[in-house]
């Protein structure tokens, strides 16, 4: 890997100008997630989501995610996973998006609160059952012994829930991210790169600020 130090990329695709930008962050990020679908559809709702554990360290993984309002984002998980946990110790989270076909990037910092369980209902049973399954099997982050641990409980929830819909688990549901901060970046020559930050004021009024690459 003696490479690494010599890979380089110039990026040169688009810019990002005030002029451009739309006045409310949520609007620029569907717009961003628009163009990331055209060219990704598979992978361009992936995000990586950052936690702190209680001795200060961060825990970094990639969710989806499931909706966006002119609120926050939401993304669904298993309460009772390393992540759920972190929340609830503390719910001051960090989001980023990089699309690579696009060169951008979007971090996001905000505070994660739980949805209704209405909404995680919902959107559970909109799920392919062999997911649903998953959801009941998995005792996420925990340490089992073997694969096949999980073969064994997914027959034995196959089983229980033979014939009828499978329920939602209550350790499982959605998370919505009410944003504090965003930053778009997209990549520039020379490495002079566009960023334009988005902060939000007691009046819950947001304001652009660009920032040094």
């Known amino acids: 890997m003696k490479d690494l130090g010599l890979v380089r990329k110039d990026y040169?695709?688009?810019?990002?100008?005030?002029?451009d930008a739309h006045e409310n962050p949520f609007a620029q990020l569907e717009h961003w997630l628009e163009d990331a679908k055209k060219v990704d559809p598979d992978n361009y709702n992936a995000m990586t989501l950052s936690t702190v554990?209680?001795?200060g360290f961060p825990n970094t993984r990639v969710v989806l995610l499931r909706d966006l309002s002119r609120r926050?984002?939401?993304f669904y998980t298993n309460y009772q996973s390393i992540k759920g946990k972190e929340i609830a110790d503390?719910?001051?989270?960090?989001?980023n998006f990089f699309w690579s076909d696009l060169e951008r990037q979007v971090r996001i910092r905000g505070e994660a609160r739980k949805v209704d369980d209405a909404v995680s209902d919902a959107y559970f049973a909109t799920r392919p059952r062999e997911s649903q399954i998953g959801a009941w099997v998995s005792e996420q982050s925990m340490i089992i012994a073997s694969?096949?641990?999980?073969e064994k409980r997914t027959k034995e929830m196959e089983a229980r829930f033979e014939g009828v819909d499978v329920p939602r688990p209550p350790f499982w549901g959605g998370y919505t991210v009410f944003p504090i901060y965003f930053e778009f970046w997209q990549g520039r020559t020379g490495r002079l790169h566009d960023r334009l930050s988005?902060?939000?004021?007691a009046d819950a009024d947001w304001y652009i600020e660009r920032l040094a690459p």
Request: overall charge negative; proline content about 4%; glycine content about 8%.
């Open 12 to 19: 040169s695709m688009q810019q990002l100008l005030e002029t």
């Open 72 to 74: 926050g984002i939401v």
């Open 198 to 201: 988005y902060r939000v004021d």
């Open 90 to 95: 503390n719910p001051k989270i960090g989001v």
């Open 147 to 150: 694969r096949e641990v999980l």
């Open 53 to 55: 554990d209680d001795n």
